[in-house]
C-alpha cells in the first residue's frame, strides 16, 4: 500500500513538472493576461497575440507589477492625459516590462490585421 501511494505521489509530481516543462504555466498566463486585455477593451486577436509574447518574455514577478497600471481610488479606469498615463507607468518601475507592454502591442497591432 506505501509503495502504492509513493508512486502514485512521483507519478504527480513528474506531470507537473512535465506539464510546467511543456509550457502549462505559460499557457495559462497567457490566457490570464488575454482576458485582462479584452476587459480592458483591446481586441481578442490582439489580445490574445501580447498575451503570449508576455508570458513568454516577462517573469511572474514582473507580471504582478503590470497591475501598478491599474487605476487607484479616484483615478479614471483608462488615462484621460499623457501625466496620468506617464504617472502610471513611473508606478511599474520596471523597464524591461514597459518595453515588452509597447513591443507587443505595437507587433500585434500590425500582425492581427
Given at each position: ?23 502549462g ?42 497591475e ?37 502591442a ?8
Open positions: 500500500m506505501r509503495k502504492a501511494i509513493i508512486g502514485i505521489a512521483l507519478v504527480a509530481i513528474l506531470g507537473f513538472f512535465a506539464w510546467g516543462y511543456f509550457g504555466i505559460e499557457r495559462v498566463t497567457a490566457g490570464r493576461i488575454e482576458s485582462v486585455l479584452v476587459d480592458k477593451g483591446i481586441s481578442q486577436p490582439v489580445a490574445a497575440c501580447m498575451g503570449s509574447r508576455m508570458a513568454e518574455r516577462l517573469s511572474l514577478n514582473q507580471l504582478r507589477k503590470l501598478n497600471l491599474q487605476a487607484r481610488d479616484g483615478e479614471n479606469a483608462v488615462p484621460l492625459t499623457m501625466a496620468e498615463f506617464l504617472e502610471r507607468l513611473r508606478r511599474v518601475d520596471d523597464p524591461e516590462a514597459i518595453e515588452v507592454v509597447g513591443t507587443s505595437a507587433i500585434c497591432s500590425f500582425t492581427t490585421r
